[in-house]
């Protein structure tokens, strides 16, 4: 099973972004997607920002995610 994460883009540059993956920082790849900007939430998947998402889908997702490493 595949599983994407939510992030905020923090800086956007020449085809790559710095994001904040709750917490965690790291660079991606945007070349999928266009029209982002700092501020931004993204779905990413091994390295690569896979889709453009709102801030409540990015929610929802962490508390999913929180729930499936709870067990419940």
């Known amino acids: 099973m595949c ?3 939510p992030a905020k883009v ?3 540059k020449n ?3 710095i994001v904040d993956a709750t917490g965690a920082k790291r660079e991606i ?3 999928l997607l ?3 900007h700092p501020g931004d939430y993204v779905m990413v998947h091994a390295g690569l920002a896979i889709a453009k998402i709102t801030s409540d ?3 929802e997702t ?3 995610m929180e729930e499936l490493s709870d067990g419940n």
């Open 3 to 5: 599983v994407g994460l």
């Open 10 to 12: 923090v800086r956007m």
């Open 15 to 17: 085809g790559t972004a």
């Open 29 to 31: 790849s945007t070349e």
């Open 34 to 36: 266009t029209d982002l």
């Open 57 to 59: 889908d990015s929610e």
């Open 62 to 64: 962490k508390e999913i």
